[in-house]
C-alpha cells in the first residue's frame, strides 16, 4: 500500500509565500512522476506543476515565475514553493505520484489535499 501526505497549506495575504511538502511511502518501488494539481470551488481540477525522474519540469501558465517544483528523490518527495501568491491561487492542492509499486505494477496515487488560501 501507498501513502502520499501532503503538508504546507494555510493562509496567507496577497504577495506571500508558502512551501507544499508531499511525502511518499508504502510499497514503492520507484516514482516516475511527481505532480501538484488544484482544485477552486466550483472549478475542475487543473495541474499547477510537474517534475519526472529525470528532473524535467512543466508549469501551468498561471504559475510560471511564481512557483517552483523540486523533488528528493532520497526522500520520495516533493515540494513546491510558491512565491507571490495571488487570491486566485487559493484551492486545495493536491499531490499526485505515478510509481512502480512493489508489485511491479505502475500506479497513480493522490494525496488527501491540503487548503491553500491567499487572503487580505
Known amino acids: 500500500q501507498v501513502q502520499v501526505v501532503e503538508s504546507g497549506g494555510g493562509l496567507v495575504q496577497p504577495g506571500g509565500s508558502l512551501r507544499l511538502s508531499c511525502a511518499a511511502s508504502?510499497?514503492?518501488?520507484?516514482?516516475?512522476?511527481m505532480s501538484w494539481y488544484r482544485q477552486a470551488p466550483g472549478k475542475e481540477r487543473e495541474l499547477v506543476a510537474r517534475i519526472i525522474s529525470g528532473g524535467s519540469t512543466n508549469y501551468a501558465d498561471s504559475v510560471k515565475g511564481r512557483f517552483t517544483i523540486s523533488r528528493d528523490n532520497a526522500k520520495d518527495t516533493v515540494y513546491l514553493q510558491m512565491n507571490s501568491l495571488k487570491p486566485e491561487d487559493t484551492a486545495v492542492y493536491y499531490c499526485?505520484?505515478?510509481?512502480?509499486?512493489?508489485?511491479?505494477?505502475?500506479?497513480?496515487?493522490w494525496g488527501q489535499g491540503t487548503q491553500v488560501t491567499v487572503s487580505s
Open positions: 508504502g510499497s514503492i518501488f520507484s516514482i516516475y512522476t
Open positions: 499526485h505520484i505515478v510509481a512502480k509499486d512493489s508489485d511491479y505494477i505502475s500506479r497513480a496515487h
